[in-house]
Structures are given as structure tokens and as C-alpha cells.
T-cell receptor, first 115, second 112 residues
Framework: NAGVMQNPRHLVRRRGQEARLRCSPM?????VYWYRQLPEEGLKFMVY????????ESGMPKERFSAEFPKEGPSILRIQQVVRGDSAAYFC?????????????FGQGTRLTVV | QKEVEQNSGPLSVPEGAIASLNCTYS??????FFWYRQYSGKSPELIMS????GDKEDGRFTAQLNKASQYVSLLIRDSQPSDSATYLC????????????FGAGTRLFVKA
């Protein structure tokens, strides 16, 4: 059973380009969470999705950022018109259900560098 | 007030000593608490979960929870250099489901 798969592992974009980060949850997991980690900082919650639904996007910047988790295929975190401040590690986690004791399992992350 | 607070460290302990990592949280209704370990450049790895007041032991790790004080800690006995990492405290918060909120992490160095 493969773990949470994220790709690409490393992504370099020039300022103004679009970045697309993909996350395939563990088999049987229908809940996906995206986090951003700036250098030397903790994980910041961005968005929580179930299949075809955004449950909580309270951590998403109001502009340029969007996320989806379609019925088929991976979850996508999309950053339009990237700026240098978007450079960070973006981690995806998944869980099989939601519940007070639910544990989330992380992918290896995508390291975005904006030049 | 941050939802989950940790001392950023670094915390430095000699090999073989006990490392004590602390965390406080603001949501009094929280019921689930986790400790993740993150090595530099790697993803977080779950090492302990605790849901009830008291202690929970797993090998060299002991998690302690005090809901009245909104405090959770992690003790690492017989610390090894391989324990050197950042330790993230996390809490599940209800939000139409449950999401996991993390503290900023405490950096631990175990000196050989």
C-alpha cells in the first residue's frame, strides 16, 4: 500500500508563472489536507478537502491560491502568478475518515522555489 | 493567541539524558493530541498520539496530557543522537470534520 504521493518533489518557477502541486492520498483515504512550511517554521494549515468538496479553506491566502480534490485523480494545489514569498515546502496529508482521533499521514512534500 | 504553542528551542541534551518537550493549546474542547518528528528536509512522521489524561508510554517515548491545564508533553528517555530533529505538537480541531493544527515545533539536539 503506497503512502501519500506528492509530485513533483521539487519545482522551480519564475515570478508570475503558475505552480501546480499534486497529491495522491493513500488508498482508501478520502480526506486530504494541505500545509505550507516556510524555512525554519512550523506547518501552517491551508485547506481541508474531501472528494469534490472543500471543507475548510481558512488557511488559504485570499488570492492566487486554489485547491481541488476531484472525484477522480489527485488533489491539486494551484498557485497563480507566484511570488518569491511563495517559496516553501508544501505538504499534503491524508486520512481515511474524519473523526476526533483521526491521524493524518504525510507525503514527502513539494519544495517550491520561485526565482 | 496561537492555537498550539511550543518553545522553539533549540533544546540541547547529552546522550542518554531525558529530553522533555512541552506544548500548550488554546481550544479547551480539543480531545486528540499528537507528536510528530521531522528531520531536516523530510516530512513529519507521527510518533505518538494521546487522547486521555495521564501518561502513555511507547518504548523510549512517553506522552503526558493534562486537559485541565491544556498542556501536553513528550518525554524521550535515553536520548540518542538520532533523536535530533524538530518535534511538532499537534491538536485536532473540529471544523465540519477535523483538521490537525500544528505548533511551530521544538528543535532538539542530542549531543554524543
Amino acid at each position: 500500500n503506497a503512502g501519500v504521493m506528492q509530485n513533483p518533489r521539487h519545482l522551480v518557477r519564475r515570478r508570475g508563472q503558475e505552480a501546480r502541486l499534486r497529491c495522491s492520498p493513500m488508498k482508501g483515504h478520502s480526506h486530504v489536507y494541505w500545509y505550507r512550511q516556510l524555512p525554519e517554521e512550523g506547518l501552517k494549515f491551508m485547506v481541508y478537502l474531501q472528494k469534490e468538496n472543500i471543507i475548510d479553506e481558512s488557511g488559504m491566502p485570499k488570492e492566487r491560491f486554489s485547491a481541488e480534490f476531484p472525484k477522480e485523480g489527485p488533489s491539486i494545489l494551484r498557485i497563480q502568478q507566484v511570488v518569491r514569498g511563495d517559496s516553501a515546502a508544501y505538504f499534503c496529508a491524508s486520512s481515511p475518515r474524519t473523526g476526533v482521533n483521526t491521524e493524518a499521514f504525510f507525503g514527502q512534500g513539494t519544495r517550491l522555489t520561485v526565482v | 493567541q496561537k492555537e498550539v504553542e511550543q518553545n522553539s528551542g533549540p533544546l540541547s541534551v547529552p546522550e542518554g539524558a531525558i529530553a522533555s518537550l512541552n506544548c500548550t493549546y488554546s481550544d479547551r474542547g480539543s480531545q486528540s493530541f499528537f507528536w510528530y518528528r521531522q528531520y531536516s528536509g523530510k516530512s513529519p512522521e507521527l510518533i505518538m498520539s494521546i487522547y486521555s489524561n495521564g501518561d502513555k508510554e511507547d518504548g523510549r517515548f512517553t506522552a503526558q496530557l493534562n486537559k485541565a491545564s491544556q498542556y501536553v508533553s513528550l518525554l524521550i528517555r535515553d536520548s540518542q543522537p538520532s533523536d535530533s530533529a524538530t518535534y511538532l505538537c499537534a491538536v485536532n480541531i473540529e471544523t465540519g470534520g477535523f483538521k490537525t493544527i500544528f505548533g511551530a515545533g521544538t528543535r532538539l539536539f542530542v549531543k554524543a
